[in-house]
C-alpha cells in the first residue's frame, strides 16, 4: 500500500506548520527579528513575570536558549530582568514600554497570517479543524500510543509501507 501524501493528515499537518514557520520567520526578519523572539514577546505580553526557566518549558527549548534570546532582546530595551522576591536565584522576565508596539506589530501579523492561512475556509469548517487540533492533542498529551512500530515485526511494517 503506497502513502498518499497529497490526503495525508500527518503530512498536511507538517507541511502547513512548516510553512507557516517559515513565513512567519519571513516576517520576523522583516522586523529585524526571529520567531523565538516573537514568541517570547507574546508569552511575556499574556503571562508577565515568568521566568527563564519556565518561559522555556513553554517554548520547548532549553533555558540557555532562552537566556540568549532574552539577552539580545534585553540589549534592545524591549525586555528587563527582575529578581525573583521569594528566590533571588530566578529572574522574572517582564516587557519594557518600548515592547508595546513590537507586541502590537506581532499581533497583527499573527492576524494577517493566520487570515491568509485561512483563506477560503468557511467558518464551520475552521471551528471544526480547530476542535479536531485540541482533540488530538489532548490524545498526545495523554501520553504515548499503547503500541509502537517496535510492538511490530518488521515483516508487518515493510507490508505497510
Given at each position: 500500500m503506497k502513502l498518499d501524501f497529497e490526503n495525508d493528515l500527518f503530512v498536511l499537518m507538517h507541511d502547513v506548520a512548516r510553512l507557516t514557520r517559515v513565513e512567519t520567520d519571513r516576517r520576523a526578519r522583516v522586523n529585524g527579528m526571529t520567531r523565538a523572539q516573537w514568541g517570547i514577546?507574546?508569552?511575556?505580553?499574556?503571562?508577565?513575570?515568568?521566568?527563564?526557566?519556565?518561559?522555556?518549558?513553554?517554548?520547548?527549548?532549553?533555558?540557555?536558549?532562552?537566556?540568549?534570546?532574552?539577552?539580545?532582546?534585553?540589549?534592545?530595551?524591549?525586555?528587563e530582568r527582575r529578581a525573583d522576591e521569594?528566590?533571588?536565584?530566578?529572574?522574572?522576565?517582564?516587557?519594557?514600554?518600548?515592547?508595546?508596539?513590537?507586541?502590537?506589530?506581532?499581533?497583527?501579523?499573527?492576524?494577517?497570517?493566520?487570515?491568509?492561512?485561512?483563506a477560503g475556509l468557511p467558518e464551520p469548517l475552521r471551528a471544526a479543524m480547530v476542535e479536531g487540533f485540541q482533540i488530538m492533542k489532548a490524545n498526545l498529551l495523554r501520553g504515548p500510543c499503547a503500541k509502537t512500530e517496535r510492538d511490530e515485526p518488521a515483516d508487518q511494517i515493510k507490508e505497510n509501507m
Open positions: 514577546l507574546l508569552r511575556l505580553a499574556y503571562h508577565p513575570g515568568l521566568s527563564q526557566k519556565e518561559l522555556a518549558s513553554l517554548m520547548e527549548v532549553e533555558p540557555i536558549t532562552v537566556a540568549r534570546l532574552v539577552d539580545r532582546l534585553q540589549a534592545g530595551g524591549l525586555v521569594q528566590d533571588r536565584r530566578i529572574w522574572r522576565l517582564h516587557l519594557r514600554p518600548a515592547a508595546t508596539s513590537m507586541v502590537a506589530s506581532i499581533n497583527r501579523q499573527r492576524d494577517e497570517l493566520a487570515a491568509y492561512v485561512t
